[in-house]
C-alpha cells in the first residue's frame, strides 16, 4: 500500500543505514526522532499481523517526496509517559487504494533484495 514501512532486518539497517543517512548509531535514537516527527507504530489488533510494528505518518507516502516537507518536528519534549494505544484510531491501509507510483511485485522483490531492510507492502 506505500503508507507505511517495517524494520525486516535490524541488524544491518543498525550498521548500513543509520550511520550514512541518519548520523546516528541506536535505534532508539531512530525511534525518538521518528516520534519527534509524529511517525505511529502500528498494532496487531489494528492494522493485522503483517503491519504489526510499521512505522507511519499521512504524509509519508511511496512515490510522493514532497510530502515529507510537511512533516513538522515538535518542539516540546515528551513527558516520558506513553499514550495508550488506540486501536480504533489507527488507519486500515488494506481497506484503502494503493498510493500512487507504487511498486510492482518485482519492483519489491528487486528492492528488497538490494538492502534486505525494509518492507514497504503488504
Request: net charge positive; proline share 4%.
Amino acid at each position: 500500500h506505500g503508507r507505511a514501512f517495517k524494520i525486516i532486518n535490524m541488524a544491518k539497517f543498525k550498521t548500513e543505514v543509520l550511520p550514512k543517512h541518519f548520523k546516528i548509531d541506536k535505534y532508539e535514537t531512530f525511534l525518538r526522532q521518528c516520534s519527534i516527527y509524529s511517525l505511529r507504530r502500528l498494532t496487531r489488533t489494528g492494522s493485522g499481523p503483517n503491519s504489526s510494528g510499521a512505522l507511519y505518518h499521512e504524509y509519508l507516502l511511496r512515490g510522493r517526496p514532497l510530502l515529507c516537507q510537511k512533516m513538522i518536528r515538535a518542539f516540546n519534549k515528551g513527558t516520558k509517559i506513553r499514550p495508550a494505544a488506540n486501536f480504533l484510531g489507527e488507519p486500515n491501509f488494506f481497506a484503502m487504494l494503493a498510493c500512487h507510483g507504487t511498486m510492482t511485485q518485482s519492483q519489491n522483490e528487486q528492492s528488497k533484495g538490494r538492502l534486505g531492510i525494509f518492507k514497504t507492502s503488504y
